[in-house]
């Protein structure tokens, strides 16, 4: 399959080379050519299926002649080693935990399937590939594990200094080889700008082959749409035959524009709902159609501080930029970090469930749109382990979270990281490294 740039100045390319450049050189996202749903059957016997052959079945019509099938498999297999659970909160409402994998969040999916993907292209080249790639949190530790050891890539993560959690920073600071964390003085905004004047700057392209591992890149970005069809799997049952919404706590809109894809594959759903903290730039857009990027504000749910949210131009092509047949799939609400916390004490009192920032972000989305449509199945998408965000949970539930195995194993290990404040400084470590 090839990919085209939504900026439709540049030229088509492989998903192989879609994946290596990450994004085109009119600095477009990359999107597919086609997409072909798959057969009603599909759906109607999913339960019948492993994740692993739901994951090829999805996804091999975007990869198909770049990867071998056999190969293709193996990677999935590997990639999706762990569980993907829909627990129940009440009777209308399930949350999808996407935070079983190594670094405990949902990152981990698309970044070990892009470190697969690139690790398999990169056999038998003889040129490192340098993966760039800003974080405001979750993705530094996904890419920085999903990476570690693959043969020919250096991995270089930016992540805004103070901004990140203590294990966030731990997970993305200690790995070592071929992993350098740069710790930026600013917002995730700044890192993210970094990253994307890096991928114009003829000094370094011509130096060395640059690509970016966050969701802008479609081999991270792709693979997220295998949630969607795992919960579905089971939401089958637990909903009773109601009609599915889904609710997801969005920051760059990567994960939710999956979730469309999945759609578009036939998967039947009534409603995405994208839930925001105060970086309400999409959910304005809902409101007076009128998309105002702004600098991003510091919440507890600090995955999703983002006020321009790359993501979203792919969500409008996907609807023909056209607002009215959006809107009738995606709602889109914000909260506050004060309505955030008391979310959480409510699941925790209602339902016995910790649920970290994020997740209740996504919880109070769902409720919001069930107001008016009560008679649904919800699912909230947990995107991460309330452990990764465990001050915040301790203090605002008042119940002490076990560490799981996954993070005692960084907790004492020494932060390794190199300070720095502007562009110029990145690209000096880039050229000297
Ligand atoms: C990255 C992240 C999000 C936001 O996902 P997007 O795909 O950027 O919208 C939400 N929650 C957590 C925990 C994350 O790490």
Known sequence: MNFYSLNKQAPNVSFKDAVIKGIAPDRGLYFPESITPLPASFFENIESLSNVEIAFEAIKQFVSEEIPEDKLKAILATVLDFDFPVVEIDENTGTLELFHGPTMAFKDVGARFMANCLGYFSEGENKEVTVLVATSGDTGGAVANGFLGVKGINVVILYPSGKVSDIQERQLTTLGKNITALEVDGT?????????????????????????????????????????????????SKGKGKEIIFSVPSGNFGNICA???????????????????????????????????????????????????????RIRHLFKDNFENLSKNLSSY?????????????????????????????????????????????????????????????????????????????????????????????????LAN
């Open 188 to 236: 995730f905004d700044d890192c993210q700008n970094m990253v994307k004047t890096a991928f114009l700057d003829n000094d370094l392209l011509s130096q060395m082959q640059l690509t970016s591992a966050n969701s802008i890149n479609v081999a991270r970005w792709l693979p997220q749409l295998f949630y969607f069809l795992f919960a579905y799997k089971e939401a089958r």
């Open 259 to 313: 979730g469309m894809m999945a759609q578009k594959l036939g998967m039947p759903v009534k409603q995405f709902v994208a839930a925001t903290n105060v970086n309400d730039t999409v959910p304005q857009f809902m409101k007076t159609q009128e998309y105002n990027p702004k600098p991003s504000t510091a919440t507890i749910s600090n995955a999703m501080d983002v006020g321009d949210p790359s993501n979203f131009i």
């Open 334 to 430: 914000s909260f506050t970090d004060e309505e955030t916390k008391k979310a959480m004490i409510q699941i925790y009192n209602n339902s016995n469930y910790a649920a970290d920032p994020h997740g209740a972000v996504g919880y109070l989305g769902l409720k919001k749109y069930q107001e008016k449509e009560a008679d649904t199945y919800g699912i909230f998408l947990e995107t991460a382990h309330p452990v990764k965000f465990l001050d915040i949970v301790e203090d605002t539930i008042g119940k002490k979270i076990e560490i799981p195995a996954q993070i005692t194993k960084v907790m004492d290990k020494e932060k390794v990281s190199i300070k720095i404040e502007t562009y110029n400084e990145l690209k000096d470590y880039l």
